[in-house]
């Protein structure tokens, strides 16, 4: 696999999806040898699942060849390159928003739309969860948050969603306040099932 070929590709579906013309100051991808140094470079003891992140204009993955031995994750071409451009959605998301990545299940929910990572998981049948995470960061915001994104873009649009992103609140209160002047309705469970 030519993860550099994987990431161009990203950056021009990415361009597309966003409605942004990135076209200088990409962040640098950046290739992660084990979990060693994962730990190393997050300062601390990481979960398996845990197998890429962004910082500092970087976009970090766990290496291809160490991807199964060193998480709990199954690899494949499509898995891996769908993680890329995971991680990179994320570099989209901070710009639109002007730094900000709350509401995690938001700011997850894209990213996990955007890749395609929601094709392969499980759909929950009811959506009873992701409103947990405005700033709760814990592997369960993977559940169900990329499938609420896509609930958003199917029934209301993908314009909504980038008006959404663009005009993140700081506080979950005025966001929520947000959410439903832009969506017409409260951002209640009952209102995605």
């Not at 084990?34 to 601390?44: A, Q, S, T």
């Amino acid at each position: 696999m030519d993860v550099d070929e994987v990431f161009k590709n990203s950056i021009k579906e990415l361009n597309e999806f966003f409605e942004i013309n990135w076209i200088e100051n990409f962040p640098e991808l950046v290739i992660v040898p084990d979990r060693k140094k994962i730990d190393e470079l997050m300062g601390r003891k990481t979960e398996d699942w845990m197998v890429g992140w962004i910082g500092k204009n970087k976009v970090y993955a766990l290496d291809s060849k160490n991807y199964e031995k060193e998480s709990c994750h199954k690899y494949s071409e499509d898995e891996y390159s769908k993680l890329i451009k995971h991680e990179l959605s994320h570099c989209y998301f901070l710009k639109l928003s002007k730094y900000k990545s709350e509401p995690d299940w938001l700011w997850e929910g894209t990213a996990l739309f955007v890749s395609g990572q929601i094709k392969t998981r499980e759909r929950p049948l009811k959506f009873e969860d992701f409103l947990e995470f405005y700033s709760k960061k814990s592997k369960y915001v993977y559940r169900e948050s990329g499938f609420a994104v896509e609930f958003l873009v199917e029934k209301y649009g993908k314009d909504k969603l980038l008006k959404l992103i663009k005009n993140l609140a700081h506080n979950e209160k005025e966001f929520n306040e947000k959410f439903k002047e832009i969506y017409g309705f409260e951002l209640k469970y009952e209102n995605f099932n």
